[in-house]
């Protein structure tokens, strides 16, 4: 086994984010955090694995890429959209 809570806290401390797990098992997100986050990123979990959920960038932002970290103040909007797709 690798990883869990312990290490999700970790690596939110140490990239300085908030990480928002999306359960696919509990329907449910939870948020670990840095002490002062720059940036949200959300991760989906399957029961097995951790795997990213990235955002699309804006139409106008033609042959960007994909958004990884993303605003704190789109969280609760994006948390919902992260239960959907587990």
Same mark, same amino acid.
């Given at each position: ?20 797990? %999306?359960?696919?098992?509990? @329907? !449910?997100?939870?948020?670990?955090? =840095?002490?002062?986050?720059? *940036? ?21 932002? %033609?042959?960007?890429?994909? @958004? !990884?970290?993303?605003?704190?103040? =789109?969280?609760?909007?994006? *948390? ?7």
């Amino acid at each position: 086994h690798w990883g869990g809570e312990p290490e999700i806290l970790m690596l939110a401390q140490h990239y300085n984010v908030q990480i928002v797990l %999306a359960s696919c098992e509990t @329907l !449910r997100c939870s948020t670990y955090s =840095a002490d002062a986050p720059t *940036a949200s990123v959300f991760v989906l979990y399957t029961g097995q694995h951790y795997d990213p959920l990235v955002g699309q960038p804006a139409a106008s932002d %033609a042959g960007a890429s994909p @958004l !990884r970290r993303l605003p704190l103040d =789109a969280g609760v909007r994006l *948390a919902a959209s992260a239960i959907e797709i587990a």
